[in-house]
């Protein structure tokens, strides 16, 4: 039985300036299976949230998806009108944002703004509709959840309001959820709860998700498989324990190694030297050649294929050594 829910290929979102169209998202292929978690990570910068923007055509002026084809299902998203999009979105997907104040109605009580996403895709009385609400409050640790319904968002703590756009999301049990960097302003218990209430959600309802992030320690603790970012290109894909614990890519190995932990006691974090390049400055070959270890004179000549072994996919020339990933 075919299981793949969402099917990306040749994703290519650009915006566009009196210079030119610049792409921040550069040939772009993702599959995510039913119930699977997907990590996305990458430096700031690095194309995840415009990627997640983009699945889900909430892209505005002057940025465009310009090619690519976003399968959900079996229906390409980008053949759809706004109306058809609408229909799918708080319904069948789901989009957590970083900033919850993208999601919520400074002027309405976050009980009339849960209900309104629950009863514009579904035939469901004031009062039932009212208890999923309460219980959708309740599952990501709101206390007083009843009362809270009747609060303003101004009334609610910054990682309060986050912890409501996140239950606003789960109402209607999507297929698909696409989370970018919602527990940021979380602290380290809350974000906890929140981490395993997605997972809890993902294995019992088969919702899949895909998690942008730049955390590589919250993808090792939720995610299946990890794609890594870097200049609006996935440079590296794979299970998650393989990845992590044996990367091909080298922009892969620089983030585990400038993350706390990893260094040993006393001595300083190994950092990726230089800073990742503009949208308008990107160099020839490979984007992360200035910054690479093992670069070589091909490298800034031409940017790398896809490379597939097994499970695990890379972009590189140069890969770090195949003797390091675990059988």
Known sequence: MNDELLKVRGLRTAFHTEAGAWPAVDEVDLTLRKGEILGLVGESGSGKSVTGFSLVGLIDPPGEVVAGEVVFDGTDLRQLDEEGLRQLRGNRIAMIFQDPLMTLNPVLRIGEQMMEAIQTHAKVSNAEARKRCRDALEKVGIASAESRLDSYPHEFSGGMRQRVAIAIAMLNNPDLIIADEPTTALDVTIQGQILYRMQEICRTQNTALIWITHD???????????????????????PVEEILSAPRHPYTQGLLQSMPGIAQPGTRLQQIKGMAPSLTKRPAGCAFSPRCPNVIDRCTEQAPGITIEGSRNYRCYVPIARESIPV
Not at 217 to 234: K, S, T
């Open 216 to 238: 590589l320690g919250v993808v090792a603790e939720l995610a299946d498989r990890v794609a890594v970012m870097y200049a609006g290109r996935i440079v590296e894909t794979g």
